[in-house]
């Protein structure tokens, strides 16, 4: 069975200052990790993935994320947040075998304040 | 635009009628998605398409629902019958083949009201 938690339900920050949305996995065989944002009233946006490679991934509008296989983790980062951050933010899994279906967290309300 | 597209963006419906809700992928994206989204929670897998063939059905997709991909172009989700408890929004993603990337791009979804 693969899963995510997202422990965390709303991150409020002020903008210019750095922003840790969380993440941890569960996942059987090894884990293929992504991040989405969502936006009110629009679809999902594919933010970065961790495939293999390096633990540090970037991905788009400056947002970055670590890959810790010890702690199982997957947490969202930006240096320094800006308003227009301000949205819906999920982690999502899947094992790269059999089933192609993302599990998705339960998301993560981003509130960044000027 | 050449992302993905939904149509329609909102229907609202009567308890017991049938829905049909259409996604057009990304050209030549092979694999199709369709999702469930109520609020308050992440996406919940519904169906995979690879081409024209359904590979993969969750069990969220009770016998009321059906999809279709034929010539594994554009994809159909129909509900009959609905309830209330299928109010939520559909989101349909498409993704290339394997050899070229892992992620799946979305829709921006049909909201479904069930009165």
């Known amino acids: 069975a693969q899963s995510v938690a997202q422990p965390e339900d709303q991150v409020n920050v002020a903008e210019g200052n750095p922003l840790t949305v969380k993440c941890t996995y569960s996942v059987s065989g090894n884990p293929y990790l992504f991040w989405y944002v969502q936006y009110p009233n629009r679809g999902l946006q594919f933010l970065l993935k961790?495939?293999?490679?390096?633990?540090l991934v970037k991905g788009s509008y400056g947002f970055e994320a670590e890959f810790n296989k010890s702690q199982t983790s997957f947490h969202l980062k930006k240096p320094s947040a800006l308003v227009s951050d301000s949205a819906l933010y999920f982690c999502?899994?899947?094992?790269?075998?059999?089933?192609?279906?993302?599990?998705f967290g339960k998301g993560t309300s981003l509130l960044v304040t000027p | 635009d050449t992302g993905v597209s939904q149509d329609p963006r909102h229907k609202i419906t009567k308890r017991g009628q049938n829905v049909t809700f259409r996604c057009d992928p990304i050209s030549e994206h092979n694999r199709l998605y369709w999702y469930r989204q109520t609020l308050g929670q992440g996406p919940e897998f519904l169906t995979y398409f690879q081409n024209e063939a359904q590979l993969e059905k969750s069990r969220l997709l009770s016998d009321r629902f059906s999809a279709e991909r034929p010539k594994g172009s554009f994809s159909t989700l129909e509900i009959q019958r609905t309830e209330q408890g299928d109010s939520a929004m559909y989101l349909c993603a498409s993704s290339p083949p394997r050899d070229r990337g892992y992620e799946q791009y979305f829709g921006p979804g049909t909201r479904l009201t069930v009165t």
């Open positions: 961790y495939i293999t490679g390096d633990n």
């Open positions: 999502a899994v899947n094992n790269g075998n059999s089933g192609y279906a993302l599990n």
